[in-house]
């Protein structure tokens, strides 16, 4: 596997642990080592991508927040 396309993978296993770890426990109990264990990724793999908690619910967020608009906007195939 790529670097590339491993770095999207472990990025991708950390957010869907860390929202699953929150839905769990609620931002404020969320440990990062619940999240590290959930997510299957070392500590430092965590901190390359996240600065902090803040940063992976900031991402968390993000991801909703798109998700919604193309919902609501539809495919930009669909203008074409």
């Not at 860390?18 to 839905?23: E, K, L």
């Amino acid at each position: 596997m790529a670097k590339q396309a491993r770095a999207v993978q472990t990025w991708r296993s950390i957010v869907d642990a860390a929202a699953s770890v929150f839905d769990d426990y609620g931002y404020e109990r969320a440990a990062i080592s619940e999240i590290l264990r959930r997510a299957k990724v070392t500590k430092g793999a965590l901190y390359f991508h996240f600065a902090s908690k803040e940063a992976i619910a900031q991402a968390i967020m993000d991801e909703q927040t798109s998700t919604v608009e193309f919902a609501q906007e539809g495919s930009p195939l669909q203008s074409l």
